[in-house]
T-cell receptor
Framework: AQSVTQLDSQVPVFEEAPVELRCNYSSSVSVYLFWYVQYPNQGLQLLLKYLSGSTLVKSINGFEAEFNKSQTSFHLRKPSVHISDTAEYFCAVCRGTSYGKLTFGQGTILTVHP | EPEVTQTPSHQVTQMGQEVILRCVPISNHLYFYWYRQILGQKVEFLVSFYNNEISEKSEIFDDQFSVERPDGSNFTLKIRSTKLEDSAMYFC????????????FGSGTRLTVV
């Protein structure tokens, strides 16, 4: 079975500061890794994903995450956050052969202050 | 961009009543899923559905729950006799592939059992 741990339940930062949201996973098999974002009163939106290839993946709005197999981590980073990045962020993993079942972390609430 | 549509957005029901949550997946997708998120907790997998049968289900998905794709376009989740602890946000998702790489989530139905 897979599990995901997001080490920080809440991360407050000031606008234009860098941020890192941490995610560690455990699995006995290869997995795909995802970050989802949930804005208030909205559904889950895919932010970025790692399936294979380059371990550094990027989103269109400036977030990036790096897959580190040896540390079983997939931390999310952004060099300069905006107020609009305030949301809850979920890390998730999927085992490729399990018909797409996603296992989510507990979520990290990112609050960007002016 | 294609969307997964869920109705209603919010449903209030009395304990013991049956509820049906409805989802319209993306038209050419083949894999369908339900997840739930109890307030303040992580998103949890309930069930996956492919080729008109359940592919995988979690321990949460007991005999009170059922899924159906009645007409080739809708995908429904039925809870036969709701309990207070069924109050949660329920997310539908669909994918064109079995490995979560092409997941799209709906915006959710908030179920409140009173």
């Amino acid at each position: 079975a897979q599990s995901v741990t997001q080490l920080d339940s809440q991360v407050p930062v000031f606008e234009e500061a860098p941020v890192e949201l941490r995610c560690n996973y455990s699995s006995s098999v290869s997995v795909y890794l995802f970050w989802y974002v949930q804005y208030p009163n909205q559904g889950l939106q895919l932010l970025l994903k790692y399936l294979s290839g380059s371990t550094l993946v990027k989103s269109i709005n400036g977030f990036e995450a790096e897959f580190n197999k040896s540390q079983t981590s997939f931390h999310l980073r952004k060099p300069s956050v905006h107020i609009s990045d305030t949301a809850e962020y979920f890390c998730a993993v999927c085992r490729g052969t399990s018909y797409g079942k996603l296992t989510f972390g507990q979520g990290t609430i990112l609050t960007v202050h002016p | 961009e294609p969307e997964v549509t869920q109705t209603p957005s919010h449903q209030v029901t009395q304990m013991g009543q049956e509820v049906i949550l409805r989802c319209v997946p993306i038209s050419n997708h083949l894999y369908f899923y339900w997840y739930r998120q109890i307030l303040g907790q992580k998103v949890e997998f309930l069930v996956s559905f492919y080729n008109n049968e359940i592919s995988e289900k979690s321990e949460i998905f007991d005999d009170q729950f059922s899924v159906e794709r009645p007409d080739g376009s809708n995908f429904t989740l039925k809870i036969r006799s709701t309990k207070l602890e069924d109050s949660a946000m329920y997310f539908c998702a669909s994918s064109g592939w079995p490995d979560s790489s092409g997941y799209t989530f709906g915006s959710g139905t908030r179920l409140t059992v009173v």
